[in-house]
Each structure stands twice: as structure tokens, then as C-alpha cells.
């Protein structure tokens, strides 16, 4: 059975650092993954998504990128965070040209201070 | 971009009603998903719904699609407290390769 591995599940950081959150998955082969935020009582916003290595789609102009080095790892990073980075990370994943079903990790909760 | 509203956004409701979330969205798309967030928590999926008239239902939670009218319902039959949760509605993007997700509907349910 496929699985999705997000860490770390919560993170504190100042203003200023870099970061960089990590995602696999297990079980499945050539999946599509995606990052998402989910600001403190909203809706969420698809940040990136990937349909193979090396391939990456920005949804959200910001200082946030992604990258894709391996078929079922999806990294997210920034150089400098800002406050307004603060939220709920997560990371998904699919499987086909046309999504049918996005099964979700359990998230980063990422505080910047 | 397939953009998708839901309402309401906020819902208190007693324990043994029935309510309606109503979810409509922008473009055509043959297909619907539902997906429900317990507090602190990530998402898990509740319904895939693929075709127009497309109905599932999983115990108290029913979901319909009507593609026509770009309009999906998720019907709650006999409200009980477990069910308090968000519920989001989401479509395909216009790509295919993703997911765009209403802001979702906060429910309580209450003695």
C-alpha cells in the first residue's frame, strides 16, 4: 500500500532563516506531488506541483521553492523566511495525467517568529 | 482556473438534524471530491465523484454531483458530534495535474 511520509511535523523559525521541509512517498511509482498551505483558518492554496524529476510548477509567486531530486521525494525550501510563511504545510500525491484522487501527508505546522 | 465555492463556511447544527454544504464551481469538470479535516490535522478523503449524477453516501455523509449545473452537495443525515470537522470541495485545475480547493465549511455539531 502506497504511504506518505511528511516531516518535521512542527517547526519553529525566526524571521530570516532558511527552510526546508521534506516529503516521500512509498509504494507507488512516478506520482505527482504537490505542496499546499493552509493559513491559519483558510482555505488551501496549492503552492507547487510536480508531474516527474526535475519537473516543477510555481502556482504562487513567493519566495518559496520546491524541487524534485528523486521519483518520490518533494522538498520544500526558502532562503529567508517571512512571517507570512507561517502555516500548515502539506504535502500530497497522485497517480495519472488527470488527478482522480489526492492523498494527503499529515502536515507541518510552521511557525515563523 | 476552476475556482470553487463552497457555502456555508461556518455551520452549527443540533445533533439529529439534516443540512446541506453546497459546493459550485467555475468551469466544466466531470469531476468532484470531497475531503474532511479534523482540527490540527491533515486531510482525508471522503468522496470521489467522477460523472455527472455521480451519488455516494458513507453513513451519515451523502455526496452528489450535478455537472450541468456545476454543483455538488454533501448531505448530512442525522447530525451526531463525531461529524464536526471542515469539509472541503475541490476540483481539477484546469491542467488536470491538481486540485483547486474551495475555504471550506467549518461544521459543529451540538447537543
Known amino acids: 500500500s502506497q504511504t506518505i511520509h511528511q516531516w518535521p511535523a512542527t517547526l519553529v523559525q525566526p524571521v530570516g532563516s532558511p527552510l526546508s521541509l521534506e516529503c516521500t512517498v512509498e509504494?507507488?511509482?512516478?506520482?505527482?506531488l504537490y505542496w499546499y498551505r493552509q493559513a491559519a483558518g483558510r482555505g488551501l492554496q496549492l503552492l507547487f506541483y510536480s508531474v516527474g524529476i526535475g519537473q516543477i510548477s510555481s502556482e504562487v509567486p513567493q519566495n518559496l521553492s520546491a524541487s524534485r531530486p528523486q521519483d518520490r521525494q518533494f522538498i520544500l525550501s526558502s532562503k529567508k523566511l517571512l512571517l507570512s510563511d507561517s502555516g500548515f504545510y502539506l504535502c500530497?500525491?497522485?497517480?495519472?495525467?488527470?488527478?482522480?484522487?489526492?492523498?494527503f501527508g499529515q502536515g507541518t505546522r510552521l511557525t515563523v517568529v | 482556473e476552476l475556482k470553487v465555492e463552497q457555502n456555508p463556511l461556518f455551520l452549527s447544527m443540533q445533533e439529529g438534524k439534516n443540512y446541506t454544504i453546497y459546493c459550485n464551481y467555475s468551469t466544466t469538470s466531470d469531476r468532484l471530491y470531497w475531503y474532511r479535516q479534523d482540527p490540527g490535522k491533515s486531510l482525508e478523503s471522503l468522496f470521489v465523484?467522477?460523472?455527472?449524477?455521480a451519488v455516494k453516501q458513507e453513513g451519515r455523509l451523502m455526496a452528489s454531483l450535478d455537472t450541468k449545473a456545476r454543483l455538488s452537495t454533501l448531505h448530512i443525515t442525522a447530525a451526531v458530534h463525531d461529524l464536526s470537522a471542515t469539509y472541503f470541495c475541490?476540483?481539477?485545475?484546469?491542467?488536470?495535474?491538481?486540485?483547486?480547493f474551495g475555504k471550506g465549511t467549518s461544521l459543529l455539531v451540538t447537543p
Open positions: 475541490a476540483g481539477n485545475s484546469n491542467s488536470g495535474y491538481a486540485l483547486n
Open positions: 509504494g507507488t511509482s512516478n506520482p505527482n
Open positions: 465523484l467522477l460523472s455527472n449524477g
Open positions: 500530497a500525491w497522485s497517480v495519472g495525467l488527470i488527478v482522480t484522487e489526492a492523498f
